[in-house]
């Protein structure tokens, strides 16, 4: 044992995104001692809003915020947070065959629209109820063994109509639509009643007023949880007595229960002692589908209101208008795979732009890259074809006195806020239940 002084705790989180700060929150004000524990120099995890050179602040983590999702509702209006609506836009770009198509927002959203139906038919018999989805209907099993793109070929759609919705679900997975599940489509869309319209809207129709760090900074304030910032986690021992968690930089800390709220691709970052089952370790070796990219671009003069897609095999396949500032305009991007643009390139990623708008100057770009931080591994969860079905129970049993939690492992909303914080009050519950009692006895 290292002579390295010890803090004790009850429960001790590793992540300080938004699972581990709800978690956080819940268990210190249900009395029990708490410590997050957080690599970056920040809480919100994948949450982060901040001054952007482009000349404002910006959200280069997740965003889009909505009423249909529960978990984050509760939140906002506890906080009295609000919802700021984007702009609406005026036309479309495609992509195809390398000629730049432009057309009127609503012939584009005709044309899209008989596939989007197609793909999402039979959601609600998939996922009668997606909020707890275990055990899986055998609808939900069988559109699990199927990709995206195989269903999209299934369809019965013109190559153009068809191309275009894979752009569309290659967004959404912010990876390949040949390893994206075509039950996570499902899963999506019975989150929204039902309705691919309604999916669609609860992602990219409104933000919070002000940037996620209200809501970052609301939940810490309600929080009576120590915080420990830049300190990575390295390792849990873990048996019957609880856990001893160690770090880079050598602290320790001793508690009765874990939480580990890191996302999927660095789940094996950490050394577990005992390690963790062969199904855990597996499914974090796998990895899920999201590898790409978010960009933001300021652009020399005011360009009108758009959005622009195109094939899954260019090195962005969606950018759209954001903001006016200054006679200028403020564009966001969305690419498949970090391996294949270098966001801190302002001529790259001007040459990505110039695919739709040859004549496009690009003044200064702007991202983080969540493949390359060590502490993400990848962008939002999005889950490949098998993984439902073969990880996710999985992933969500505890280990010992070690839960894991996260928007990568939710029920509901894996991949968004929602998710981040269904799981994490769902592990609080879960601990407060089983100590707490234990303490009153």
């Given at each position: 044992m290292s002579d390295t002084p010890i803090e004790t705790v009850d429960v001790v989180i590793i992540g300080g995104g938004l699972t581990g700060l709800v978690a956080g929150r819940d268990l210190s004000r249900a009395g029990l001692r708490t410590t997050i524990i957080e690599g970056r120099d920040r809480l919100g995890g994948r949450a982060y809003y901040r001054d952007s050179p482009l000349g404002m602040k910006l959200e280069f983590g997740g965003g889009f915020v909505h009423w249909l999702q529960p978990h984050l509702w509760a939140e906002m209006n506890a906080y009295g947070l609000k919802l700021k609506p984007v702009g609406w836009i005026d036309y479309a770009y495609w992509l195809d065959k390398g000629v730049s198509r432009r057309m009127d927002i609503m012939d584009f959203i005709r044309q899209i629209s008989p596939g989007e139906a197609a793909i999402a038919e039979g959601a609600m018999a998939a996922f009668p109820n997606p909020h707890q989805p275990f055990p899986l209907t055998e609808a939900a099993k069988a559109a699990d063994k199927v990709s995206?793109?195989?269903?999209?070929?299934?369809?019965?759609?013109?190559?153009?109509?068809?191309?275009?919705?894979?752009?569309?679900?290659?967004?959404?997975?912010?990876?390949?639509?040949?390893?994206?599940?075509?039950?996570?489509?499902?899963r999506l869309v019975a989150l929204a009643a039902g309705s691919w319209e309604m999916r669609g809207q609860a992602e990219s129709r409104y933000l919070i007023d002000g940037g996620t760090t209200r809501l970052v900074d609301a939940i810490a304030a309600d929080s009576r949880a120590d915080v420990m910032l830049s300190t990575i986690a390295t390792g849990i021992r873990h048996g019957e007595d609880g856990v001893e968690v160690t770090t880079q930089d050598g602290p320790m800390v001793k508690a009765r229960k874990a939480i580990v709220t890191v996302p999927l691709a660095v789940?094996?970052?950490?050394?577990?002692?005992?390690?963790?089952?062969?199904g855990k370790a597996g499914a974090s070796m796998r990895g899920q589908?999201?590898?790409?990219?978010?960009?933001?671009?300021?652009?020399?003069?005011?360009?009108?209101?758009?959005?622009?897609?195109?094939?899954?095999?260019?090195?962005?396949?969606?950018?759209?208008?954001?903001?006016?500032?200054?006679?200028?305009?403020?564009?966001?991007?969305?690419?498949?795979?970090?391996?294949?643009?270098?966001?801190?390139?302002?001529?790259?990623?001007?040459?990505?732009?110039?695919?739709?708008?040859?004549?496009?100057?690009?003044?200064?770009?702007?991202?983080?890259?969540?493949?390359?931080?060590?502490?993400?591994?990848?962008?939002?969860?999005?889950?490949?074809?098998?993984?439902?079905?073969?990880?996710?129970?999985?992933?969500?049993?505890?280990e010992g006195p070690i839960m894991i939690a996260g928007s990568d492992y939710a029920l509901g909303w894996s991949g968004h806020f929602d998710g981040a914080i269904e799981s994490g009050r769902s592990a609080a519950r879960a601990i407060i239940d089983e100590l707490k009692p234990r303490e009153a006895g």
């Open positions: 995206v793109a195989q269903k999209i070929g299934q369809l019965g759609l013109g190559e153009d109509e068809a191309a275009m919705i894979r752009a569309h679900w290659t967004l959404s997975f912010n990876g390949p639509p040949q390893e994206g599940a075509w039950s996570q489509v499902l789940l094996g970052a950490i050394a577990f002692d005992p390690p963790l089952s062969p589908v999201s590898r790409g990219v978010k960009v933001w671009m300021r652009v020399r003069g005011k360009i009108e209101p758009f959005i622009a897609f195109a094939p899954e095999d260019y090195p962005l396949t969606m950018m759209g208008w954001e903001y006016d500032i200054d006679g200028d305009t403020i564009l966001l991007g969305f690419g498949p795979s970090s391996a294949q643009l270098d966001v801190t390139s302002l001529q790259a990623v001007q040459a990505a732009a110039r695919q739709w708008m040859p004549d496009i100057e690009l003044v200064g770009v702007d991202a983080h890259d969540w493949v390359q931080d060590p502490l993400a591994g990848e962008t939002w969860a999005m889950l490949r074809t098998g993984q439902l079905s073969q990880d996710m129970e999985e992933l969500i049993r505890p």
